[in-house]
């Protein structure tokens, strides 16, 4: 959940947010320190005494200031590759949801078992509950079980979406006559917003994702609720 | 505990307003070791040469190879740890799921007695 004037990521549901935010936390020390060291320098050379117009080459130098960021750039490489493969691994999802983005709701579909299906519009300002969040919060929250790996089909019924829940670190384009897939695990239990992420018309910014991380049997219990209901 | 909690996030420092300091693993750690480390040899090179500004600028040099070094160091065995961890959790949850079945990996398979009908 973002707070006001937040400058960082969100805290991370799921391990590969985790991994997300390590790397993000590596990679932000090393620029630093980049920075820094450029700042050092900036500041010596204005501050120097010393001249010479005279230097032609400096093979030392040449060779360190080659080197040097040659290794930094391995040494950022390698974790954002792993990461780039794990974001891509899928391990056996326990359950497959179908989100399907229209102008201006998502909509999603749980076919596994039955056929269970609801559309999730954004709840008015006016009409939100004390503590809710505005322009965040939906009728219909997409409720899955924690952790247990789960399949996300996105996919959209007129114009480009986008489907992301950023504590999640997920992001999917939701793109007609395309099906994407992408899978997460939640790592814990709770609710986790997101926001459509593609500009799809006049309501893209009304259009959110809720996702409601729940134990199993809540899940089951839900599930049971909504399929007498429809 | 909320108000312990409370305390503990207004002391955290950030760096340039993103980097929270104490709650980045390996972030103290490398900065101290950088710091230390950068006293350590730039007083070391002025004491050996007397020349202040370069000694500086040794100590900056010094400063910038130690908290590198350091973090990356801290970084890989963090990683490391935090795979290690993971793995730890699965094979619990795991086991719990699958105890007294058939992919029970702890509990060896009872011997099955020779069946004498069998052609």
């Known amino acids: 959940m973002a707070h006001p004037s937040q400058l960082g990521f969100q805290d991370a549901a799921s391990p590969v947010m985790e991994e997300l935010l390590h790397f993000h936390d590596h990679a932000l020390m090393i620029v630093i320190l980049i920075s820094t060291l450029v700042l050092y320098i900036i500041v010596a050379m204005v501050s120097t005494k010393l001249t010479n117009k005279y230097i032609l080459d400096s093979q030392e130098i040449e060779i360190v200031w080659t080197v040097l960021p040659a290794v930094i750039l391995i040494l950022i490489a390698l974790p954002s590759l792993r990461i780039l493969y794990l974001m891509d691994e899928i391990n056996d999802p326990h359950l497959t949801i179908k989100a399907m983005g229209h102008q201006w709701y998502w909509s999603y579909e749980y076919t596994d078992y039955e056929n269970l299906g609801f559309d999730s519009y954004m709840i008015p300002t006016q009409d939100l509950l004390p503590g809710q969040f505005r322009l965040l919060e939906t009728d219909h929250r997409m409720v899955v079980p924690v952790e247990s790996p789960i399949r996300i089909l996105v996919s959209a019924e007129d114009v480009l979406h986008s489907w992301a829940v950023p504590s999640m670190g997920i992001k999917m384009d939701a793109v007609p006559g395309r099906l994407n897939q992408t899978a997460f695990v939640t790592s814990r239990p709770g609710l986790f917003y997101g926001q459509c992420s593609e500009i799809c018309g006049a309501n893209h910014s009304f259009m959110p994702i809720v996702i409601e991380a729940v134990p199993l049997e809540h899940f089951e219990k839900w599930s049971t609720v909504m399929l007498q209901d429809a | ?119």
């Open chain 2, 1 to 119: 505990m909320a108000i312990e909690e409370e305390k503990d996030n207004k002391k955290g420092f950030k760096l340039l307003g993103i980097l929270d300091i104490q709650k980045t693993p390996c972030a103290r750690e490398a900065l101290l070791h950088g710091s230390g480390g950068s006293l350590v040899v730039g007083l070391l090179h002025f004491l050996a040469t007397s020349r202040v500004r370069r000694s500086f600028d040794v100590g900056f040099a010094g400063f910038m190879l130690t908290t590198l070094g350091s973090w990356f160091y801290c970084r890989i065995n963090n990683a490391q740890l935090r795979m290690q961890q993971r793995l730890i959790q699965d094979g619990i949850k795991n086991k719990l799921m699958y105890e007294g079945t058939a992919l029970d990996t702890v509990s060896k398979p009872k011997d099955k007695e020779p069946c004498s009908s069998c052609p």
